[in-house]
């Protein structure tokens, strides 16, 4: 059963299950931005106080430190590896990646007129 939001969307290519990986996996893991500086571990407060002024005042340096650092905010990206991420990106469309297996088992024995699909798909994409 066609998904009425997707019905009749052209698509300029049949989509493949490795470059959908891939181009996922680059977009999530490639590092565009230097990480952001971790937060310390907060002491916490005895229930009697603090019993030194070295306590005390570790855990409120402490606390200033992890505030200026959620101040801050995300990283800003870098120019340049933005750019590299997008030739990365643009090499997985020119890699020639296998097929999604099922569609490619469909298409081989004569396409979906022919073919009882028992996979338990939600839905599948169907070439006019």
């Not at 698509?11 to 493949?16: I, V």
């Not at 916490?44 to 570790?58: A, H, I, K, Q, W």
């Not at 120019?79 to 643009?90: D, K, M, N, S």
């Amino acid at each position: 059963k066609p998904l009425p939001e997707m019905e009749d969307v052209p698509l300029p290519c049949l989509l493949s299950t490795a470059a959908a990986i891939m181009t996922g996996f680059i977009r999530k893991h490639y590092p565009v931005a230097p990480l952001p500086q971790e937060l310390l571990p907060v002491p916490g407060v005895p229930r009697d106080g603090f019993s030194t002024d070295l306590e005390r005042n570790t855990h409120r340096v402490t606390v200033e430190y992890n505030e200026q650092i959620r101040r801050r905010g995300p990283p800003t990206p870098i120019p340049e590896l933005l750019a590299v991420r997008e030739q990365l990106l643009r090499a997985v469309e020119n890699i020639p990646l296998p097929p999604a297996p099922l569609d490619d088992l469909i298409d081989r024995l004569g396409g979906a007129d022919d073919v009882a699909e028992m996979t338990g798909r939600s839905c599948r994409i169907l070439r006019r």
